[in-house]
Nanobody, 122 residues
């Protein structure tokens, strides 16, 4: 299971840290990614972590940081300099196998957390 939490309302320029708590498997055994979905838009890959590799969507590079705490079996997404266009429901997901170049494609992911809402607004 994956459980995402940490969302909320934040002003533009603010920060939030999302957590994806994992149970039933070791967080470092699989690719874990964060996706987001805004109203009326398709689900979008935000960030990826697997073994020693990390990747980010162009829209969040330099602002978001993905990390993993193996002892806590948790993946984090630190989001800084938030913009109104970052408003979305954020999901964490696990992929048994996904080519690195295709990590943004949701259909590779078999387990999804329930989502946590991030609203960036003044």
């Amino acid at each position: 299971q994956l459980q995402a939490f940490g969302g909320g309302l934040v002003q533009p320029g603010g920060s939030l840290r999302l957590s994806c708590a994992v149970s039933g498997f070791a967080v470092d055994d699989y690719a874990i990614s964060w996706f987001r979905q805004a109203p009326g838009k398709e689900r979008e890959g935000v960030s990826y972590i697997n073994v020693g590799r990390k990747s980010y969507a162009d829209s969040v590079k330099g602002r978001f940081t993905i990390s993993r705490d193996n002892a806590k079996n948790t993946v984090y997404l630190q989001m800084n300099s938030l913009k109104p266009e970052d408003t979305a429901v954020y999901y964490c997901a696990r992929a048994p196998r996904v080519p690195f170049s295709l990590w943004r494609i949701p259909t590779y992911y078999t387990y999804w957390g329930q989502g946590t809402l991030v609203t960036v607004s003044s």
